[in-house]
C-alpha cells in the first residue's frame, strides 16, 4: 500500500514543489557536489537533482522494485543501488559533498545507525538534507492506513534533531510543519 502512494503523482508534486524547494531554501546546492541519497525509491528525486548538475549522484534503496524502477529513468551517470541505510560500506568515509533523505529513515528501526552512516561518508563541510515525520504523525497514518511503521522507528522531532547533533554536525537551518520536520546540517 506505501509502495502505491510512493509511486503516485500526487507524491511527485509534493516533492518537486514542496520538498525540493524547501530543501533549497534551508541551503541546497547541488552544481559540482558529490551527492548520495538514501532512500531514492523510484528515483523521481534523482531526476529533480540531475538538472543541477552533480558532479556524480548514488542513489540507493532497500527495495529492489524501487532501484529497477529508477534505473528506467535512464539518467546519464547515475549509480542506483539496492542497498541498506545502516550499512553504506560501499562508500568510503568522507566521500560524499552532499546527503539528501526526502523521509525513509522512519521506515529503519536502527535509525540512528543509518544517521552515523550518513556522518560517516560526509566530507568534513559536507552537507546533510533530511526530511521526517514525527512519532506522533506516523501513529495517526498508522491508525488510518494500516502501514505498520516500525515502532523502534518513530522517534520525536527533538529527539531526532539531537541525534544528528550526536554524529558531529551542526544544524544550520530547520522547518516544521504539520507533524514534520526539514533539517540542514553540517559536518564539522
Not at 64 to 84: C, N, S, T, W
Not at 129 to 146: A, C, H, N, Q, Y
Request: charged share 25%; aromatic share 14%.
Amino acid at each position: 500500500m506505501e509502495f502505491i502512494a510512493m509511486n503516485n503523482p500526487l507524491r511527485r508534486f509534493v516533492q518537486k514543489n514542496f520538498e525540493f524547494p524547501m530543501f533549497q531554501n534551508l541551503g541546497l546546492f547541488i552544481g559540482g557536489k558529490d551527492v548520495l541519497e538514501i532512500g531514492c525509491g523510484s528515483g523521481y528525486g534523482a531526476e529533480l537533482m540531475y538538472r543541477l548538475r552533480p558532479l556524480s549522484y548514488a542513489g540507493i534503496d532497500l527495495m529492489p522494485e524501487q532501484i529497477k524502477l529508477a534505473q528506467r529513468r535512464q539518467i546519464p551517470g547515475y549509480d542506483f543501488r539496492v542497498m541498506d541505510a545502516t550499512d553504506l560500506g560501499e562508500f568510503a568515509d568522507n566521500s560524499k559533498d552532499l546527503v539528501i533523505i526526502f523521509g525513509i529513515l522512519h521506515h529503519v528501526a536502527e535509525w540512528r545507525v543509518a544517521l552515523k552512516e550518513c556522518a560517516r561518508v560526509l566530507r568534513p563541510g559536507g552537507k546533510f538534507f533530511v526530511e521526517e515525520p514525527g512519532s506522533e504523525m506516523l501513529r495517526k497514518w498508522d491508525s488510518i492506513f494500516k502501514w505498520e511503521h516500525p515502532e523502534l522507528g518513530h522517534f520525536t522531532l527533538d529527539e531526532f534533531e539531537n541525534e544528528i547533533r550526536n554524529n558531529g554536525l551542526v544544524v544550520n537551518g530547520s522547518r516544521r510543519y504539520f507533524g514534520f520536520g526539514m533539517f540542514s546540517a553540517t559536518k564539522q
